[in-house]
């Protein structure tokens, strides 16, 4: 049943932006698959999302990944928290809109949710809020995890990191400094405020000279989403934290560090040198060692991955829970390509195993535990990392189903496959200019822009060819301001663009969007 509940508003809301809504993003670090195969691969048990499963995303903005997530495992029972009313009202209209049953919403605080007697989840997601809140808040957030996790449970969090913000929170000082002297929404005093701060660094200031990232990173914010920015820099609260204190606190309610969502650092050779692991190895314990390597790569940002009273795997059962997962392509492989980086290590894609695995890929879908079995290695770690390798790439990912990618035909008649897709393409790609549709043999979502997204909505039980034609008459005919406004003026010209962005659309990622479950033939 989906569900919206309602609590009071916390005393604090004024250090936060609640007069805009957050971006309409999937974030997919947060998303239970992946984070089950990254506890398995350092090692952990982790919960099943075969078998029935709860889930609480914390702070869920406006709800894209909730919504997206709860169709992909129908056997999870999926919650979403945020104290921003207008970001649940957009939530639950999504869901009801989108035929789910699967899904809960509370516009509350965390110190509200926590004391309402919230029930325990297997998974907990707090994408884009732990170092954007109060540590009044954090203790909140701990309790929360602390009362609702599951012995076993999962918890992800990200969080902006020092030492490398070091160099940046003076740019978001001036942000605080030049939008609170503004006036307006969140929005126009944020893009007012960059406007200003980029005619101080153009005028000479020392701080960007003798900062050049900082220039850069201004550079990035000028061309972002305007409510992402608000977000990011009219927060009254921003804390970057080191890890040891984000790990020393989830340590103190029994959680351990079950590594990073970015699948390739969790191999130590991929993010450090040789001599600089010899520093990081000699710490006494894994949290003091991983304090070390965030130390020296200056990282600016982290994806990590808590357990609660993990069950700790041995090589041999960790193997097992590894070969168990099914691999496949979110997108066409190019059987060409030679090499995938891996950070400091670079993958032969063309070596004999790799290629085998890849070759398998472009067809369709394998288990690592099938890969193992053909693999021409005797030696089964060899074969296991081969996978793991594969899948730190990106190219290649853990999957819900066996998929076959067929090449579509231009005579059938398609059609999108869920109501929920169906529905972000309705109420979201024309404001956003894009928008995350689910795929529910991959258990991902995939992003599409404006053109490709128009041309699935035409795609209702006609062939490709006949949605190009319905989109070409939208373009020609004038009547549609959003065409203007993502680059598609009413013109022959812009009916020429279309029919080239389209082709290439047809022989590439609507191919996928078939295997993957997002389209069907009608």
């Known amino acids: ?134 540590e009044d808040v954090r203790v909140q957030i701990r309790d929360l995890i602390d009362r609702t996790l599951k012995p076993g449970g999962l918890v992800y969090v990200c969080y902006n990191t020092l030492p490398g913000w070091s160099e940046l929170i003076p740019l978001w000082r001036m942000m605080q400094s030049y939008s609170n002297a503004e006036s307006g929404t969140s929005v126009e005093r944020a893009q007012k405020a960059l406007q200003t701060i980029a005619a101080v660094r153009d005028g000479g200031a020392r701080y960007f000279k003798d900062n050049p990232s900082a220039s850069t990173y201004l550079d990035r914010l000028m061309v972002r989403d305007p409510n992402y920015v ?29 590594g990073t969502m970015k699948t390739h650092r969790n191999d ?8 600089l692991q010899t520093f990081a190895d000699s710490a006494a314990n894994e949290t003091e060692a991983e304090a070390r390597r965030s130390l020296m790569r200056n990282e600016f940002f982290r994806r990590d991955l808590y357990i609660r009273d993990g069950l700790r795997l041995t090589p041999d059962e960790r193997n097992r ?39 398998k890929m472009m067809r369709g879908s394998q288990t690592v535990g099938q890969f193992i079995e053909k693999a021409a290695s005797s030696d089964l770690q060899a074969a296991v990392n081969i996978a793991i390798d594969l899948v730190g790439t990106e190219e290649i990912q853990p999957i819900m189903e066996t998929m076959n990618h067929e090449h579509l035909s231009a005579s059938a008649s398609y059609k999108m496959a869920h109501a929920i897709n169906r529905t972000c393409l309705d109420q979201i790609l024309d404001g956003e200019g894009r928008c995350y549709l689910m795929a529910p043999k991959l258990g991902c979502a995939y992003r599409v822009g404006f053109m490709e997204g128009r041309l699935l909505k035409a795609l209702n039980g006609v062939t490709f060819q006949q949605a190009v034609e319905t989109v070409a008459i939208e373009i020609v005919e004038g009547n549609d301001p959003f065409w203007e406004k993502h680059g598609f003026g009413a013109s022959e010209k812009g009916v020429a663009r279309l029919k080239r962005k389209a082709n290439e659309f047809f022989t590439g990622k609507l191919a996928a969007l078939n295997a993957g479950g997002v389209i069907e033939q009608a």
């Not at 989906?2 to 916390?10: A, D, E, L, V």
Request: proline share 5%; net charge negative.
């Open 230 to 258: 608000a977000h990011e820099f009219c927060n009254q609260i921003f804390e970057p934290m080191y890890f040891e204190d984000v790990a020393n606190g989830m340590k103190n309610l029994g959680l351990d560090f079950a």
């Open 1 to 134: 049943m989906n569900n919206i509940m309602t609590t009071n508003m916390p005393d604090t809301e004024g250090e936060y932006v609640l007069d805009a809504p957050y971006t309409w993003s999937y974030f997919e670090y947060q998303n239970p698959l992946k984070m089950s195969f990254i506890a398995n691969l350092n090692g952990f048990a982790a919960p099943s999302v075969i078998d029935d499963f709860s889930y609480c995303d914390l702070g869920c903005g406006n709800g894209v990944s909730v919504n997206l997530l709860a169709p992909m495992f129908p056997t999870g029972d999926f919650h979403g928290v945020d104290f921003n009313a207008e970001h649940i009202v957009n939530a639950n209209e999504l869901a009801t809109a989108g035929g789910l049953s699967n899904t809960t919403f509370i516009d509350a605080s965390f110190g509200d949710y926590a004391d309402g007697d919230p029930p325990m989840f297997d998974f907990l997601a707090l994408h884009g809020i732990y170092s954007w809140v109060s």
């Open 321 to 359: 829970a590894l070969s168990a997962y099914e691999l496949g392509a979110k997108k066409q492989l190019e059987p060409k390509r030679k090499t995938a980086s891996l950070g400091r290590r670079t993958l032969d894609l063309q070596s004999s195993e790799v290629a085998a695995l890849r070759t």
């Open 268 to 275: 130590i050779d991929n993010v450090l040198s040789p001599d």
